[in-house]
């Protein structure tokens, strides 16, 4: 452990503010001698010179260095030079030029910024030496502006102007190298002086096989035993929402997005059906997010997924890593500015509830102030009902459906902003980049405000040709006064307007949502429900999150075969959430009058308030080594990660002094707080050793421990394994022709998950006023079991992958099991002993068990055309193994080779024929559950592509899940309600208009016998006889008590067009015009259309709770470079 004391003291992890200061004030010097370092070489050409005896080439090196001038000269012509001894400060460079060639049998000639050697004897043109025009074009002839020249091995070139015109000093015979970002580099070798027509053609989109692997390795793909699929950053920044999660849904295969449609909700990100450790830049920061990241700000991001792929991370990325690459600099050398805006607009909803609009509210044809089983309406009938214009209840009030539209009318349109400026310089010893991205997203829900802004900085600086460093810096912070949405709750608007409320009312009378402020609502409702406006306006869920993160990186190569990382990391997040209830608030008394005893009647305020930060530092060590037709690559190392989270919070008690001032200090008696402190501190040592052999074979091994804090001092320590392989079958025997490379592989590896934070500390729990004022202390209730073991999960992957047609098509299958054993579970225990429950290892263990595709390339590629596509296809489901016999639950699901995510409900008794069992009119609920399918989809896939054609672009994304079952919590409860437009029928006209109690359910009654059930719910004996139900009953009761019936539980298949994007480039040669390096401008859209048979909401959603329609959005987006 002497590693670990060590690491504390160079790091100083204990000390919050230590560890901050350090991190930051190095990230931040350092990037600001990079932008120092790499302004220099473009604006300071005077030289600083101090040697002494110093050799020729010596000298050229430093002038090199201190200026863009380069020397053009053959070794043998120093032979005969003097040494030169020199000191100035801030010279000319034809002065320092002077001195040094002093009583020298060399002169010198100065063309542009190249600096030419030669004889007293000769003469330039003697050399050989020719100034050599030329033009660079892209594939449609149009100029490429910035594209560069250099003169191959030497440091001499140019770059092309506005016309895509250059002239560069070289000798005849000798290669030039023309190149631009994004086209293939070529070379010509300069015959004559005549002119150089020069086209470059676009790089192709043919897959690399190079991706990011843990700790932030660069390997090749085909050395790897487990899978690994990589999203490129600009694949993400043109269609751009709140979320980048969303842009990643179906873009690689076993990464589940479930997108929700609640405001500020961030999506569900599931990688092979757990959540995944998200690492930046090689640092698994503790409490940053992908929506902390700003799109603009990613160059790539590398999806590990296999075994091996994450263990090095250890038990904290058991789920996979999402690992992103962020921007450096400029993607050539010098100054670039570039803007992305993206605007997108609501227009219409993929899904939206529905309500009958036939029948007020009220019960059994009578209006009153509960459910929607009211009079009918538009049949010129009137009632006593509230006036919003003269605020009370009047007389005679004609009852009409003239809120057909109320929630369409009390939505507003929603609208995102998603703005990002970066600048970024780069030059031949650095580069540094600053970005600043601004969202802003206003929601459906009147009132909803989000506000974001991204700050960030990074850089990275090569010291010498052995030590370079790196580093990131961001700053996020995210607003909002209102974030109340949908769902099944007093704030919900849908909760308002689409399930308890009728039509009889237009909701938008009723902006005016005061009767006497803050003591009487103008609404018609004196219980239960609050008028939408002043849950808007008044019931306020504030939101304020703030993150900063910061990384350094210094890299030093001891040798050609050794090199060392040290890896600072730090993060912290300080959040603050605030709710608010005004005194006139209606739901809260229950039942009661207005400023009644009810819950919160009199207002209320809270706040919590939580904060904390976390490090991770690493060091290490490592080889790379070719030895014949072997090949090693090794690393050594050790991490330290910490970690402390903060909350505070507190709630008015008995209401507000006064009901405008919402704070805990206008609490009418002392405000009830809390406060809860956690920390965590894990050390680990591992290493890898990666073997190759004649570019064929490859193994892995890994190895990593873990001392963690919050487990027992018995089981603290914990070791975990990893081995993976490759054969590339291509390199052994002859394949077909169109087969560049095909390898199988394969991987094994073991996580271990250790308790939660104090999961294991006996602490006392206060509290304040318990018993007549006296405060109170309790011990505990769970008790610790004996050597509690880490949850373990052991997992094995096999896989194929290869590319074929020169690299145009690329593929990769992959199987996985994880095996889930040691887990921790809570049992209740005899009161005797003293507690209630204890903690303890469950020897019932399952598999998750899972298939993913890929296939990707281009399918049609030629001069002016090119289709690229995407297809990911997955699954995976969870099956038990072995049976707990004292803890494992005891049902007939819960069975060896049974999945996990069986879907149980309680049913409606049907006869053997499936016909519905009714009593008194009514059918029957049974008091049993019964396995109804499973909540898992089948699958899921994407569809990804790209169309160009000349400077035009498409982009087209299709995905969805296919299976499962999920409770439609919207369509079952409108039936209770009342608004469900099935309920609009016959039947109910029947009962409301005419008073005729006349509906027969369909179905049977039992006429004589008996049945008998065992304790699982299945029939034992049964002896009954049935007739066809003829007992009519009055429709509403009918409805709320079968409601939706069996279409309670649904099917939540659906296929969604994701997004659109129709995209036109301007060629270089306008942008030039216009005074631009680059323009584009896209039409785009989001979440577009969708196929689904769920009623009423999105399933693409985690859980549906009454949720908020899904809208459709629509926009535009614009790039320009400077």
């Known amino acids: 452990m002497n590693f670990f004391t060590l690491l504390n003291a160079v790091f100083k992890v204990r000390c919050k503010s230590n560890q901050m200061i350090l991190v930051m004030k190095l990230t931040a010097i350092f990037l600001l001698a990079g932008l120092c370092q790499v302004s220099a070489g473009v604006y300071s050409q005077n030289i600083t010179l101090k040697q002494k005896n110093a050799s020729m080439d010596v000298i050229f090196r430093s002038i090199e260095k201190q200026s863009k001038y380069v020397f053009l000269y053959d070794d043998l012509e120093l032979q005969n030079a003097q040494k030169v001894s020199i000191d100035v400060k801030n010279a000319p460079i034809e002065q320092v030029l002077n ?6 049998p060399l002169s010198y000639k100065i063309f542009d910024k190249t600096i030419v050697l030669k004889k007293h004897t000769e003469t330039v043109a003697e050399l050989f030496f020719e100034t050599i025009r030329g033009k660079v074009v892209d594939e449609n002839g149009q100029p490429i502006i910035g594209a560069s ?8 070139g140019a770059t092309t102007d506005a016309n895509g015109s250059f002239s560069v000093n070289a000798n005849i015979g000798t290669t030039l190298v023309i190149s631009y970002m994004g086209y293939n580099a070529r070379e010509i070798t300069i015959d004559s002086n005549r002119d150089y027509n020069v086209a470059l053609q676009p790089v192709s989109t043919e897959l690399t096989d190079v991706v990011v692997t843990a700790l932030g390795i660069k390997r090749s793909e085909k050395s790897l035993g487990y899978a690994v699929q990589k999203v490129a950053g600009k694949d993400l920044q043109t269609v751009k929402g709140v979320d980048i999660a969303t842009s990643l849904t179906g873009r690689v295969s076993g990464l589940v997005i479930k997108n929700s449609t609640e405001f500020n909700a961030r999506p569900t990100v599931e990688l092979r059906g757990e959540s995944a450790l998200l690492v930046v830049d090689g640092v698994p920061y503790g409490n940053l997010t992908l929506r902390d990241i700003p799109t603009d700000d990613i160059e790539s991001m590398d999806i590990l997924k296999g075994p091996t792929a994450s263990a090095l991370y250890g038990s904290r990325a058991s789920g996979g890593v999402l690992l992103i690459t962020t921007k450096k600099g400029a993607a050539g050398k010098g100054l670039t500015i570039d803007v992305n805006s993206n605007t997108m607009a609501s227009l219409g909803y993929l899904a939206i509830p529905e309500v009958q609009s036939s029948y007020g509210r009220g019960q059994n044809g009578v209006i009153d102030n509960d459910y929607v089983w009211g009079p009918k309406l538009d049949v010129g009938k009137t009632a006593r009902d509230w006036n919003p214009v003269t605020k009370q209840f009047e007389d005679n009030m004609l009852l009409t459906s003239k809120g057909k539209d109320n929630l369409k009318n009390f939505m507003s349109t929603g609208l995102i902003l998603n703005n990002n400026l970066s600048i970024a310089q780069s030059g031949e010893n650095g580069s540094f980049r600053i970005g600043l991205n601004d969202i802003y997203n206003k929601g459906q829900f009147p009132n909803q405000n989000l506000n974001m802004v991204n700050l960030t900085m990074s850089g990275e600086m090569k010291l010498s040709d052995k030590f370079k460093l790196e580093g990131h810096m961001g700053v996020s912070r995210r607003w909002a006064d209102q974030i109340w949405g949908g769902g099944y709750n007093n704030q919900g608007y849908l909760y308002q307007l689409i399930m308890w409320t009728g039509t009889e009312y237009d909701i938008r009378d009723y902006k005016d949502y005061w009767k006497e402020p803050y003591k009487t609502q103008n609404w018609m409702y004196t219980n239960w429900y609050d008028n939408p406006y002043l849950i808007a306006n008044e019931k306020l869920n504030g939101v304020e999150n703030n993150t900063v993160n910061a990384n350094v990186t210094a890299n030093y190569k001891i040798s050609d075969d050794f090199s060392l990382l040290v890896r600072l990391g730090y993060d912290n997040y300080n959040n603050k959430t605030t709710f608010r209830n005004p005194t006139a608030n209606i739901f809260s008394t229950r039942g009661g009058a207005v400023n009644g005893s009810g819950w919160n009647a009199k207002g209320m305020y809270s706040i919590q308030d939580s904060k904390g930060f976390s490090t991770n ?22 991490t330290v990660y910490y970690y402390i989270d903060e909350s505070l919070s507190g709630t008015t008690k008995n209401g507000l002094i006064s009901p405008t001032f919402y704070s805990l200090a206008g609490s009418v008696e002392a405000p009830t707080v809390s406060q809860g402190y956690g920390t965590r501190q894990i050390n680990s040592l591992y290493g890898r050793a990666s073997v190759g052999y004649n570019d064929a074979f490859f193994v892995d091994f890994t190895g990593r421990n873990d001392w963690n804090s919050a487990q027992p001092k018995e089981s603290r320590s914990y070791f975990y394994p990893s081995i993976g392989s490759s054969i590339v079958i291509s390199e052994l025997v002859k394949l077909p022709k169109v087969i560049d490379m095909f390898k199988i592989r394969g991987s094994w590896a073991v996580f271990k998950t250790a308790l939660g934070v104090y999961a294991n ?14 405060n109170s202390a309790s011990y505990p209730g769970s008790l610790l079991g004996n050597s509690l073991l880490p949850s373990a999960q052991r997992t094995y992957e096999i ?42 290892n469950t020897q019932e263990t399952y598999e998750r068990r899972g298939i993913e595709i890929t296939v990707d390339g281009s399918v049609i590629k030629n001069k002016d055309f090119e ?27 819960v069975k060896k080779g049974e999945r996990l995510d069986t879907y149980t409900d309680n ?7 499936g016909n519905v069992i009714n009593e008194s009119g009514l059918p029957v609920w049974s008091d049993y559950v019964k396995k109804l399918g499973y909540g898992d989809p089948d699958f899921s896939f994407g569809f990804i592509n790209n169309f160009s054609y000349k400077n035009w672009s498409l982009g087209l994304n299709i995905d969805g899940r296919i299976g499962g079952l999920m409770y439609n919590y919207v369509y079952d409860k409108m039936f209770d309600s009342g608004t469900a437009p099935e309920t609009d029928n016959i039947y109910r006209y029947n009962q409301v208009v005419l008073g005729q109690n006349n509906y027969i359910s369909q179905g049977v009654k039992v006429v004589s016998g008996t049945v008998t059930y065992d304790k699982y719910g299945q029939i034992t004996s049964d002896t009954r006889k049935y007739a066809v139900n003829d007992i009519p009953i009055g429709y509403q009761d ?15 298949s659906f296929i969604k067009l994701r997004e659109v994007s129709v995209g036109y480039r301007l060629s270089s040669k306008t942008a030039s015009s216009l005074g631009l390096k680059s323009a584009s401008f896209s039409l785009t859209g989001q979440n577009l259309f969708m196929w689904t048979n769920f009623k009423y909401s999105d399933p693409d959603v985690d859980t549906e709770n009454l949720n908020s329609p899904s809208m459709r959005m629509v926009g535009f987006n614009v790039k320009v470079g400077f």
Not at 810 to 829: E, G, L, R, W
Not at 907 to 913: I, T
């Open 149 to 156: 020249i250099m003169v191959k091995g030497t440091k001499v």
């Open 99 to 104: 001195l040094c060639f002093k009583d020298q």
């Open 799 to 840: 896989g194929a992958a290869g590319y074929m047609f020169k690299k145009r098509l690329h593929f990769d299958v992959a199987y996985f099991n994880k095996y889930y054993y040691n887990q921790q579970v809570s049992t209740s225990i005899p009161s005797s002993s003293g507690f209630s429950s204890t903690l303890v």
């Open 1038 to 1052: 009918y409805a709320q008590w079968y409601r939706g019936g069996d279409k309670r539980v649904q099917n939540e």
């Open 761 to 774: 500390n006996r602490t006392y729990s206060t509290t304040t006023a318990a018993w007549n004022t006296l």
């Open 617 to 638: 530092d690493d060091v290490i060590l490592s080889y790379k080594k070719k030895l014949n037709k072997f090949s090693i690559d090794a690393l050594a190392g050790g």
């Open 867 to 893: 289709w690229y596509t995407t297809l990911n296809w997955s699954n995976q489901h969870r099956y038990y193994v072995n049976l707990d016999p004292v803890y494992s639950a005891d049902n007939l699901w």
């Open 907 to 913: 049913y409606w008794l049907k006869d053997p024929q």
